[in-house]
């Protein structure tokens, strides 16, 4: 591709609407430009980094047995009325009429989709399992679109829908994918973790996110230094000592999470942001620390703790502090030995909430959440556990440490939450109907893209891997005036061409900083000038990513780049 034939806007200036590494590099770059708010266009540029992702994506799934399909965005709202979330889904989901005033959604997510397609298509186990997938725009009216394509509210995913009549072909299935999963991220060259994860409203079983470690994630996880051990903040609270029985004598799929619904109920009910709600809390219980962690941005600056048994108040400035009034050191403690009476009063940190009453009963940690009178029961859990950076990981291999992450992947076993509400049953050998068992599994393709962006870069722009960069050669003629060097460049352009190379060449008229500059900035994986001296046919080869260049004749530069 000649650069005067296509569209890569570069920009200078930083844009002062972008506040992380990869927004502002795809922007500089020429990858994307922004339409509206968590809308993008994909650049020339950004078209093909994308489809070389999206590629990836397909040969694992592929691989892993998945087959493509395309379902359509538009939806109408009888199927969402049918799985309930029509109604339970909130503001995220946008929702249209048509000049008929008939109601549909633009998909979220096509879990009702495809039910309804396979409820129509399928009747019998013979013809399962079945794993379709897609890569198509999703729609979500984020409340904080931000950080450009990590958070849109149009954007690619590439979501699959396992079929089963079986557990143990849905388990199966779940890890093959789980399997693809790791594949296509270490294939993006990503470094990331796979996380045991809460599954919320839903209801766990297996349920993993795929999380790219990075400073400016919005997610924290626990993981393990020295293993493959990693939890999200709800999951590692939860004591993993037991297992398959909580010591309460609940099976573990019951525990439900602490945070996730707890933080949201309150959020809808204060009309609150989610985002600015705590991060941790140090609750006191038998004059034990337990340390809630809870997902957000806020600190927990002061913890204001009441133990209704002894009457004892103790305001706590922070963590630390609180540790060394009750002398117990968080890590140290299993699970709580909880009774009923005891009150818990944090504030300050969640003045925007109200005051926070926690009550504790045998079962763990019971949360009661007031506002002038009116008593709001939010959630319950069982077996909480403290962790702090430094505790053995659960699985006795390393200690814990802490680091944000980006969820660019999520899979989960469904179960027969969609398949029983909407009536996609299926006959097993003997006759009865059954309803069809689901896994799901979820790739923000467009994030993916802005993770790598965020973690493939040096101050002077973007570095891609081989695999993803969008050419695979920046050829580049300095002076396109000299005729010498505009020959050669053309030249070099159609041997490297027809050597396979997907090659870009800079035949601007522009002056030579403004070509490496954008050249760096670009940051393709190798750099070829043609200067001053292809007069005696000699041209530089530089490699973006170490920096390192040397000159070679024209004539072996196919051998060099081998
Ligand atoms: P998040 O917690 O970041 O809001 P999610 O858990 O709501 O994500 P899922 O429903 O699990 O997202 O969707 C599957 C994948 O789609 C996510 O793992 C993520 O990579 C991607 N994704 C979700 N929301 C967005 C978004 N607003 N912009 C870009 N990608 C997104
Ligand atoms: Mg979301
Ligand atoms: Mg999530
Ligand atoms: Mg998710």
């Known amino acids: 591709m000649k650069q005067s034939q296509t569209l ?13 590494k990869s927004h502002q590099l795809l922007l500089r770059a020429g990858y994307i430009r922004q339409n509206a708010s968590g809308i993008y266009s994909f650049l020339p540029l950004g078209k093909k980094v994308l489809q070389k992702v999206e590629n990836i994506i397909r040969e694992e799934m592929n691989a892993a047995g998945g087959v493509e399909m395309l379902m359509p965005a538009l939806q109408p709202a009888e199927l969402w009325e ?32 495809i039910t309804s397609l396979l409820r129509d298509e399928v009747k019998s186990y013979k013809r399962l399992p079945l794993t379709l997938y897609q890569i198509q725009t ?15 509210r149009e954007f690619l995913m590439k979501d699959a829908y396992s079929f089963h009549a079986s557990q143990e072909s849905l388990d199966e299935a779940y890890d093959k994918l789980f399997e693809a999963y790791k594949n296509i991220f270490r294939r993006c060259g990503l470094n990331f973790r796979a996380v045991l994860a809460d599954s919320g409203a839903i209801g766990g079983k297996d349920n993993h996110e795929f999380m790219v470690l990075s400073e400016i994630g919005e997610d924290t996880i626990a993981y393990s230094d020295s293993s493959d051990y990693a939890a999200n903040l709800e999951m590692a609270a939860v004591n993993k000592q ?46 034990k620390p337990v340390l809630v962690l809870v997902r957000g941005d806020h600190e927990v600056n002061e913890v204001k703790v009441k133990n209704a048994v002894n009457g004892r108040v103790a305001e706590l400035a922070t963590e630390e502090q609180a540790i060394q009034y009750t ?66 990981s659960p699985d ?8 944000r992450g980006i969820e660019v992947g999520h899979v989960f076993k469904l179960g027969t939450v969609y398949s029983e509400p909407m009536n996609a049953t299926i006959l097993d050998e003997n006759g009865r109907s059954n309803p069809m068992i689901m896994g799901c599994y979820g ?18 722009g973007l570095i891609w891997p081989g695999n993803i960069a969008p050419y695979d050669v920046h050829l580049i003629a300095v002076n396109m005036k000299d005729e010498v060097q505009a020959q050669t460049a053309e030249e070099l352009y159609k041997l490297l061409t027809d050597y396979r190379y997907d090659v870009l060449l800079d035949d601007r008229k522009e002056r ?51």
């Open 443 to 460: 790739i923000g393709v467009s994030r993916t893209l802005a993770a790598m962006a965020e973690q493939f870069n040096d101050e002077n």
């Open 327 to 392: 002398g117990v050191k968080p890590g140290s403690i299993g699970p709580v030995g909880l009774s009923e009476d005891v009150t818990v009063i944090a504030d300050n940190a969640v003045e925007a909430m109200g005051d926070i009453v926690a009550g504790a009963n045998k079962e763990g940690i019971h949360f009661k959440y007031l506002q002038a009178g009116r008593d709001f029961e939010v959630s319950q859990y069982a077996d909480i556990r403290v962790v702090v950076e430094g505790d053995p």
């Open 242 to 287: 037991y297992d398959k029985q909580s010591p309460s004598g609940k099976e573990k799929e019951e525990v439900s999470t602490p945070d996730q619904k707890s933080i949201e109920a309150v959020a809808d009910f204060f009309g609150t942001d989610k985002e600015n709600t705590v991060k941790s809390m140090l609750f006191i219980v038998d004059e």
């Open 138 to 152: 999703k729609y979500r009216d984020e409340k904080r679109p931000r950080f450009g394509l990590l958070r849109g």
């Open 8 to 20: 890569i806007p570069t920009l200078k200036e930083t844009p002062a609407e972008a506040d992380v």
């Open 396 to 403: 006795g291999v390393g200690t814990i440490k802490f680091a």
């Open 82 to 113: 049918e799985s309930g979330r029509w109604f339970t889904y909130g503001p995220e989901l946008m929702r249209m009429r048509d000049r008929h005033e008939r109601e549909f959604a633009l998909g979220a997510t096509h879990e009702e989709m």
């Open 512 to 562: 030579a900083g403004v070509k490496f500059a954008d050249s760096d900035l670009m940051g393709l994986p190798v750099r070829i000038t043609v200067g001053k001296r292809a007069s005696e046919g000699i041209v530089e080869i530089k490699i973006r990513s170490n920096g390192e260049s040397y000159e070679v004749q024209k004539e072996e530069l196919t051998d060099k780049l081998q």
